[in-house]
């Protein structure tokens, strides 16, 4: 039976992990009771920083598949089952990521362009995508599989929002799950350097200040 590891980020503090804990739970209860996957869930305590770390822990239990959540998510119903899902129809060959709105339902977390634009879902298929945020994802350990350094997978791009960079060189699929899978009321602020707005040039120019300021 194919193991699911579902790795909790802490993101600021802990309000509001008790309540996605709780359904994410529900959730896998529902399908662990159907018999296709067993489930762990752990908790990644040093936040974004601490993906690389969480994931070299958790990977020597032989996982065959990572489940990346953050703690503040409202998950919509049947967001893992979603998820795997999806992954089975694309024959586990591909990093699956999910779509996360504000309240207001503008899209805050999810696939993205090469430049770091966030992408539409579509309501009934996965569509493809170049990055990806790691609010909600799910990753087959045939992706890691694929890296010459499979911690190369938690590189970000220095210019544009988003992971994946090193996913891209590798040839490995990167999906956005249909439909809307989770609500935060996280505020996000991208850093300017890295606003898919920006030229290259305004890129530049607010990299070099953060750095020598």
Same mark, same amino acid.
């Given at each position: 039976?194919?193991?699911?590891?579902?790795?909790?980020?802490?993101?600021?503090?802990?309000?509001?992990?008790?309540?996605?804990?709780?359904?994410?739970?529900?959730?896998?209860?529902?399908?662990?009771?159907?018999?296709?996957?067993?489930?762990?869930?752990?908790?990644?305590?040093?936040?974004?920083?601490?993906?690389?770390?969480?994931?070299?822990?958790?990977?020597?239990?032989?996982?065959?598949?990572?489940?990346?959540?953050?703690?503040?998510?409202?998950?919509?119903?049947?967001?893992?089952?979603?998820?795997?899902?999806?992954?089975?129809?694309?024959?586990? +060959?591909? =990093?699956?990521?999910?779509? !996360?709105? #504000?309240?207001?339902?503008?899209?805050?977390? *999810?696939?993205?362009? $090469?430049?770091?634009?966030?992408?539409?879902?579509?309501?009934?298929?996965?569509?493809?995508?170049?990055?990806?945020?790691?609010?909600?994802?799910?990753?087959?350990?045939?992706?890691?599989?694929?890296?010459?350094?499979?911690?190369?997978?938690?590189?970000?791009?220095?210019?544009?929002?988003?992971?994946? +960079?090193? =996913?891209?060189?590798?040839? !490995?699929? #990167?999906?956005?799950?249909?439909?809307?899978? *989770?609500?935060?009321? $996280?505020?996000?602020?991208?850093?300017?350097?890295?606003?898919?707005?920006?030229?290259?040039?305004?890129?530049?120019?607010?990299?070099?200040?953060?750095?020598?300021?």
């Amino acid at each position: 039976m194919p193991k699911v590891a579902i790795i909790i980020t802490i993101k600021e503090g802990d309000d509001g992990s008790a309540g996605c804990l709780e359904e994410c739970q529900r959730q896998v209860d529902a399908i662990a009771a159907e018999g296709k996957y067993s489930f762990s869930i752990f908790l990644n305590d040093e936040g974004e920083g601490g993906f690389a770390v969480a994931w070299e822990k958790v990977d020597k239990g032989g996982e065959d598949f990572f489940l990346w959540i953050d703690h503040d998510l409202n998950l919509s119903e049947g967001a893992i089952a979603c998820l795997l899902e999806n992954s089975e129809f694309l024959r586990h +060959k591909a =990093v699956i990521t999910g779509t !996360v709105t #504000r309240p207001d339902r503008s899209l805050v977390f *999810g696939g993205r362009t $090469r430049r770091g634009r966030l992408l539409e879902p579509d309501p009934v298929i996965p569509v493809p995508c170049h990055l990806f945020d790691m609010s909600i994802t799910l990753v087959p350990g045939y992706a890691f599989s694929c890296l010459e350094t499979p911690i190369d997978f938690f590189r970000g791009s220095l210019l544009y929002y988003g992971y994946g +960079k090193k =996913v891209v060189k590798a040839g !490995v699929a #990167r999906m956005i799950a249909p439909g809307i899978l *989770g609500v935060t009321g $996280r505020n996000t602020e991208i850093p300017a350097w890295k606003d898919p707005e920006s030229t290259l040039r305004e890129k530049a120019v607010w990299l070099f200040r953060s750095i020598f300021k």
